[in-house]
């Protein structure tokens, strides 16, 4: 879907649009080229959400904005705050698709956890996410959208991470995800580095080796989730297409381009993912690869009849994998209490509309 055909006007959301894109719909219109860096010094830097926030712009050429361009409003439609600090905001689009986005902050810092895709086609065994299948990929405004928001609230933390660990698989939205990357990435939008922004994928090889290819060094995590073919394609179906020793090897491809340390997550389910053949299998799969494994606790989804290991199990398999040479630390739940795993917050809204 085009960017332009989501705003109900056909008009491009200039917040989609990279400072060179704009300069030249600037000319177009016989705007002159410094007033594209102004328009982006407030969406970027002051964080404006309306054309009508822009003080320093005149009325005439604020009219002439709403003429030619369109900039997206998120609606929040649930906001909810953990104990821990978490923030969860549930956004509605244009076309009242829903989508999550959660703001984690630490002591000094804030990462922001963003949806590229409203729903998901890949149907992992575990994540709410692919429950109800796959609508829509999000632009890129509507991605820099949920950004900009939370950074707006995120005034105690500054922002300083992002990670594409939302709803959707960012790697099938490539294009729009590029084009938020590099805005995020720009002096000129948010300036974040690369070594900052994590893409977290399923395993869509052919989109890990184009990524390897953009010259940036954008932190790859790939859910592994399984220790060979068989125990793999049970929990991600993606694994029919995509094998494990393909995977591994555009990921060898990939720290080879970035010189970049990937990170393996790897859920944790009692009796089915941490076994002592599981630890054997990873020792040799990832055998002197540059990375390190984020042990990820199951979060119940009703859906699924997966159960948590014990405390003392998951210690016990991190302490195994070390043992194999494998770096492994377990994730710390956060923002459990509003829901914060995968596509939760969506899930939970659309099965209430649907009773
Ligand atoms: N599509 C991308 C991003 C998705 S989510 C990907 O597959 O990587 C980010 C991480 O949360 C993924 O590793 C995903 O597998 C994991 N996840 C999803 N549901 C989960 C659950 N119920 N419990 C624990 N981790 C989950």
């Known amino acids: 879907m085009s960017m332009s055909s989501l705003s109900s006007s056909n008009k491009p959301d200039i917040r989609g649009l990279s400072l060179v894109e704009l300069t030249k719909a600037f000319t177009a219109i016989g705007e002159k080229p ?34 030619n361009f369109f900039l997206s409003s998120p609606k929040i439609v649930e906001e909810h705050i953990s104990n821990d600090g978490t923030k969860k905001f549930l956004f509605e689009m244009a076309d009242r698709e ?3 986005t959660v703001i984690i902050p630490t002591a000094t810092r804030a990462t922001v956890c963003v949806s590229t895709q409203a729903g998901c086609k890949f149907g992992c065994k575990f994540c709410a996410s692919g429950i109800g299948g796959w609508t829509r990929n999000l632009t890129a405004a509507e991605i820099l959208s949920e950004i900009l928001y939370a950074k707006s609230k995120s005034n105690l933390h500054p922002l300083s991470h992002i990670v594409f660990m939302g709803t959707g698989e960012p790697l099938d939205n490539y294009d729009n995800l590029m084009q938020a990357i590099r805005l995020i990435n720009a002096k000129e939008g948010l300036g974040i580095a690369a070594r900052r922004i994590t893409v977290s994928t399923c395993g869509v090889i052919p989109k890990i080796l184009q990524l390897a290819k953009e010259g940036l060094q ?14 793999r394609k049970v929990l991600m179906p993606v694994n029919k297409k995509y094998p494990m020793n393909d995977l591994i090897a555009a990921c060898r491809e990939y720290i080879k381009a970035t010189k970049r340390q990937i990170t393996f997550e790897y859920i944790l389910i009692k009796d089915v993912t941490c076994s002592p053949e599981a630890v054997r299998e990873l020792g040799m799969l990832l055998k002197g690869m540059i990375c390190k494994m984020n042990l990820i606790p199951y979060n119940p989804v009703s859906e699924f009849d997966h159960k948590m290991p014990t405390r003392q199990e998951m210690f016990d398999f991190q302490d195994s994998l070390e043992r194999a040479g494998i770096h492994a630390t377990i994730r710390t739940p956060r ?21």
Do not use: P
């Not at 002051?46 to 822009?54: I, K, L, P, T, V």
């Not at 790859?220 to 220790?227: D, N, P, T, V």
């Open 335 to 355: 923002g459990r209490d509003v829901g914060a795993a995968c596509g939760q917050l969506r899930h939970t809204a659309q099965k209430s509309a649907a009773v």
């Open 218 to 231: 954008i932190e790859l995590a790939i859910s592994l989730h399984g220790y060979n073919d068989e125990s």
């Open 98 to 100: 829903k989508v999550e």
């Open 34 to 67: 410094f007033r594209a860096k102004q328009i982006f010094d407030w969406i970027y830097k002051n964080g404006a959400m309306d054309f009508d926030s822009m003080s320093n712009i005149s009325s005439d050429l604020r009219t002439k904005l709403k003429e």
